[in-house]
């Protein structure tokens, strides 16, 4: 079972993921991507289905023209897992 990271290891794991705001309900990370129009924000979001299915973890997500908004939770967990810091990590590495 996915385990709900504790106040100390979720502070550690923040460090890593500066981008990423903190979200209270549902506890998890947000972050949001722009891009120059809707092509790119799509393509960017074909990615990163691909790392989620991959990983069976699924982001909360929108996209409006070139924005791609994603929030991650484990709701197995009750709230942020390493599962959402893995994912958290591998999306960065798209959008770099």
Do not use: C
């Not at 460090?15 to 799509?42: K, Q, Y």
């Not at 791609?68 to 939770?73: N, S």
């Amino acid at each position: 079972m996915i385990e709900k990271l504790n106040d100390e290891e979720r502070a550690v794991a923040l460090t890593t993921l500066p981008e990423w705001a903190t979200v209270a309900e549902p506890d998890g990370i947000s972050r949001a991507f722009s891009f120059s129009n809707f092509v790119e924000a799509f393509g960017f979001m074909t990615k990163v289905a691909l790392l989620a299915e991959k990983a069976d973890h699924h982001p909360e997500w929108s996209n409006v023209y070139g924005r791609v908004e994603i929030m991650l939770t484990t709701h197995d967990a009750g709230g942020l897992s390493q599962r959402d810091i893995d994912l958290a990590t591998s999306i960065n590495a798209l959008a770099a």
